[in-house]
C-alpha cells in the first residue's frame, strides 16, 4: 500500500474509483452516489483542497480522503454555523479545515490506513481547527468514531440533522496542528 498526496485533478481521474469506495464504504445506493459525484467534482476547486489516497501495489483505490477550508456560503460551513453560539463560531469556524470525505474500502479497512490518510491530510491542512461530521453511532464499536476519538476529536455538536437527512451527526472538532511526533502518554495527543 502506498499512501500519496493528491492534486485536484488526480481525484477528478479516479472520480469514478473515488466515487465506488465511497459507496462500499458507507453503503450507499447509486442514485445518491451520482448527486455525490456532482458535489466531489465541485469540492476539488474550493480554496485550501487537500485530498490523500492509498493505492495498492497493482494501483488499485483501497482509501481517501479529503478537505478544504470551511467557509460562509459552503451549504456544511452555514448549517453548523447556525446551530452553534458566537463564542463557539470564532472558536471552531473562523479558520476551520473540513474533512469533507474520509473513507477506506470494507476489505481494507482496520489495518490502519484510515489512520495514516487521516494523519497526512491533517498534516498538510490549513487553519486553525478541524471540524468534520459523522453519523452519531456506538463510539466503542464504531472504527470511525474509535479513529476519532484517538485523534483528540472533541464534540461540538451532537445530535445534530442536517436539512433532508434523517440520521443524526455528530459535529467533531480538534486543533490543529497535530503533534509532529505524538507521545503515547501525552494526554490529546495521538498515539498511532
Ligand atoms: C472510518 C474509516 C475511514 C477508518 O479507516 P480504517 O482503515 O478502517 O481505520 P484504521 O485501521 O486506521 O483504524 C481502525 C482499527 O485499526 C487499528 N489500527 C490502527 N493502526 C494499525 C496498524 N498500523 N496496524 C493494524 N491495525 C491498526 C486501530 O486500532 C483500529 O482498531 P479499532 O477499530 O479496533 O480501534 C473506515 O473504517 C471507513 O471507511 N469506514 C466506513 C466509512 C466511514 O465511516 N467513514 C467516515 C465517515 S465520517
Redesign the pocket.
Known amino acids: 500500500m502506498r499512501l500519496v498526496a493528491w492534486q485536484p485533478d488526480d481525484l477528478l481521474r479516479r472520480l469514478d474509483d473515488v466515487v465506488a469506495v465511497y459507496g462500499e464504504?458507507?453503503g450507499y445506493r447509486q442514485e445518491l452516489l451520482q448527486t455525490r459525484r456532482g458535489y466531489i467534482g465541485a469540492h476539488v476547486r474550493r480554496q485550501g483542497f487537500r485530498a490523500v489516497a492509498t493505492l495498492t501495489t497493482d494501483g488499485r483505490l483501497a482509501?481517501f480522503g479529503y478537505g478544504y477550508t470551511s467557509g460562509p456560503g459552503q451549504w456544511w460551513h452555514d448549517q453548523v454555523r447556525s446551530a452553534l453560539g458566537e463564542p463557539a463560531r470564532e472558536q471552531w469556524l473562523s479558520d476551520c479545515f473540513e474533512v469533507v470525505e474520509?473513507?477506506?474500502r470494507?476489505a481494507?479497512?482496520?489495518?490502519?490506513?484510515?489512520?495514516?490518510?487521516l494523519r497526512a491530510l491533517l498534516a498538510m491542512a490549513d487553519g486553525k481547527t478541524v471540524l468534520?461530521?459523522?453519523?452519531e453511532a456506538d463510539e466503542q464499536k464504531?472504527?470511525?468514531w474509535?479513529?476519532y476519538r484517538?485523534f483528540g476529536f472533541a464534540d461540538v455538536l451532537r445530535h445534530f440533522f442536517f436539512p433532508g437527512d434523517e440520521r443524526a451527526f455528530a459535529i467533531l472538532g480538534r486543533e490543529l496542528p497535530l503533534a509532529e511526533r505524538p507521545a503515547e502518554d501525552a494526554p490529546g495527543i495521538v498515539g498511532?
Open positions: 464504504a458507507m482509501g474520509l473513507h477506506v470494507p481494507a479497512q482496520g489495518h490502519g490506513i484510515g489512520a495514516r490518510q468534520l461530521s459523522t453519523p464504531s472504527r470511525a474509535r479513529l484517538r498511532i
